[in-house]
């Protein structure tokens, strides 16, 4: 089994010889690759000026603290589940990798801005239980939901992330 100490992201797609990795997306092409490699916890709704349920079914907000409940219907390619485990190894790679282009995470979450592993815990991420992450803001911030409705903020299976070595 890989380690999960995050670096890569595994994936396979045949004819693509590389995925751009979610922390270094500087390029649109690499921003819509990821888009539609990847799913995010929500959408923003162009139409109606809204973010809307992606892989997260709900969410609520109380104060800095954001809950989502993952869609029992969220899957992986080989069918299965998005765990809210998945969901935070995903948000902690850019926080260790700390080399996002457009979302600096590792500012937003509480006590998370030291995490030098996806298998360290921080303050800031909460996982309550198979379908439900809690997020801890230092403040609110009206990007965070916009990190989680971009192909930076995607989700992947934790199996995934690998290391460089």
């Not at 888009?35 to 800095?64: K, Q």
């Not at 800031?124 to 992450?133: A, E, P, Q, S």
């Not at 911030?141 to 299976?157: K, Q, R």
């Amino acid at each position: 089994m890989p380690s999960t100490n995050a670096s890569s992201v595994r994936t396979l797609f045949p004819g693509i010889n590389s995925v751009p990795d979610p922390s270094m997306v500087v390029s649109t092409y690499q921003w819509y690759t990821l888009e539609h490699l990847s799913g995010s916890l929500l959408s923003f709704d162009h139409f109606n000026g809204r973010f809307a349920p992606e892989l997260a079914e709900s969410w609520r907000i109380d104060g800095t603290t954001f809950e989502f409940t993952l869609s029992s219907s969220a899957k992986f390619h080989d069918g299965s589940p998005v765990s809210s485990n998945d969901v935070a190894a995903s948000i902690k790679r850019l926080i260790v990798k700390r080399s996002s282009t457009h979302f600096p995470v590792w500012t937003y979450l509480k006590g998370c801005s030291d995490l030098k592993s996806i298998d360290s815990d921080c303050e800031g991420i909460t996982v309550v239980n198979n379908r439900v992450i809690q997020f801890h803001l230092r403040e609110l911030s009206e990007s965070f939901f916009l990190l989680l409705a971009s192909p930076e903020g995607g989700i992947w299976s934790k199996a995934d992330l690998l290391t460089d070595s």
